[in-house]
């Protein structure tokens, strides 16, 4: 359904986005990852239309997302990372004006989202909180049950509780075969609802992964930390792909390899030795430096 090859746009000083490559499959939510500023934002504003690319091609449904904008859009949901509504009109008018112009040929499923969300959309938007308005623009992405959603940053703005219900809203499209790209920094809001993740970093799509390969239960994440150099030697011939912070070294092994690991630290001085969870945080740290303080 969005089908993104080799697209690049440089705004100098490794501002935008690189070669990047990916295709996302009817009825799959994909989850694109990455800090601020890693080129979320761009990649999502291209295959809108928004931006023409210095290089690459864009498709969604079979159309090119440049020449092709206004016909997609028809069938696409998209909420921005920063919302900006008009000030001078409250949240109902604003929404009936939208449906209005999708040729919608009722509100009724607006207003149910209206009430799932617990939004009084009588009140002027310029008065609103910014949580408001992004429940707001969360009505206005799904109320004409578009078969492509398209969401930058959504839970920017939320409380726990509507975070929680816009997940349910996501699980309940997706289950209905409505394809989601979604780009996020959250992990949990991604692992919960995506079946595939795209790691960004700096631009450039660094690893896609599936979610079921990441909850893998036979895969585990150990740390060790050694009270002697000498013995850094014994595990790097065992485990070359160790990572290393000084003399403490994170091993991502399987579970084939446990006994072996155990019969190498036996050898050592070991001052430390701990099993992680393995999570979505923990493989994106590969490539954000390992540690939960990047």
């Given at each position: 359904?969005?089908?993104?090859?080799?697209?690049?746009?440089?705004?100098?000083?490794?501002?935008?986005?690189?070669?990047?490559?990916?295709?996302?499959?009817?009825?799959?939510?994909?989850?694109?990852?990455?800090?601020?500023?890693?080129?979320?934002?761009?990649?999502?504003?291209?295959?809108?239309?928004?931006?023409?690319?210095?290089?690459?091609?864009?498709?969604?449904?079979?159309?090119?997302?440049?020449?092709?904008?206004?016909?997609?859009?028809?069938?696409?949901?998209?909420?921005?990372?920063?919302?900006?509504?008009?000030?001078?009109?409250?949240?109902?008018?604003?929404?009936?004006?939208?449906?209005?112009?999708?040729?919608?040929?009722?509100?009724?499923?607006?207003?149910?989202?209206?009430?799932?969300?617990?939004?009084?959309?009588?009140?002027?938007?310029?008065?609103?909180?910014?949580?408001?308005?992004?429940?707001i623009a969360i009505v206005a992405t799904f109320m004409h049950d578009p078969d492509i959603i398209i969401l930058d940053e959504p839970?920017?703005?939320?409380?726990?509780?509507?975070?929680?219900?816009?997940?349910?809203?996501?699980?309940?499209?997706?289950?209905?075969?409505?394809?989601?790209?979604?780009?996020?920094?959250?992990?949990?809001?991604?692992?919960?609802?995506?079946?595939?993740?795209?790691?960004?970093?700096?631009?450039?799509?660094?690893?896609?992964?599936?979610?079921?390969?990441?909850?893998?239960?036979?895969?585990?994440?150990?740390?060790?930390?050694?009270?002697?150099?000498?013995?850094?030697?014994?595990?790097?011939?065992?485990?070359?792909?160790?990572?290393?912070?000084?003399?403490?070294?994170?091993?991502?092994?399987?579970?084939?390899?446990?006994?072996?690991?155990?019969?190498?630290?036996?050898?050592?001085?070991?001052?430390?030795?701990?099993?992680?969870?393995?999570?979505?945080?923990?493989?994106?740290?590969?490539?954000?430096?390992?540690?939960?303080?990047?």
């Amino acid at each position: 359904m969005i089908r993104i090859s080799h697209l690049t746009k440089d705004y100098g000083a490794r501002r935008g986005v690189f070669d990047v490559s990916l295709q996302v499959h009817a009825g799959e939510a994909y989850g694109y990852l990455g800090p601020n500023g890693a080129g979320k934002t761009t990649t999502l504003r291209h295959v809108m239309g928004f931006s023409r690319p210095d290089a690459g091609t864009i498709t969604v449904n079979g159309m090119d997302a440049w020449t092709d904008q206004s016909r997609i859009r028809e069938s696409v949901g998209y909420l921005p990372g920063e919302i900006s509504l008009p000030g001078d009109m409250n949240g109902l008018d604003y929404l009936k004006l939208l449906a209005a112009m999708r040729k919608m040929p009722s509100m009724w499923y607006a207003r149910e989202l209206l009430d799932f969300f617990e939004i009084d959309a009588d009140t002027g938007m310029k008065r609103m909180s910014k949580g408001m308005k992004q429940k707001i623009a969360i009505v206005a992405t799904f109320m004409h049950d578009p078969d492509i959603i398209i969401l930058d940053e959504p839970t920017s703005g939320l409380d726990p509780l509507m975070q929680e219900r816009f997940l349910d809203l996501v699980a309940l499209k997706k289950s209905r075969g409505k394809t989601i790209l979604m780009s996020s920094h959250i992990f949990d809001e991604v692992g919960k609802v995506c079946d595939r993740v795209g790691i960004l970093k700096d631009g450039s799509l660094v690893d896609e992964v599936s979610m079921q390969a990441v909850k893998d239960p036979e895969q585990k994440i150990y740390e060790v930390t050694l009270s002697r150099e000498e013995d850094r030697q014994k595990i790097l011939l065992a485990f070359p792909e160790a990572e290393w912070d000084g003399l403490r070294a994170t091993l991502r092994i399987h579970d084939r390899r446990i006994n072996e690991l155990l019969r190498v630290l036996a050898g050592c001085e070991v001052l430390r030795f701990r099993e992680h969870a393995r999570s979505l945080e923990s493989y994106f740290m590969q490539y954000y430096g390992g540690g939960s303080h990047d």
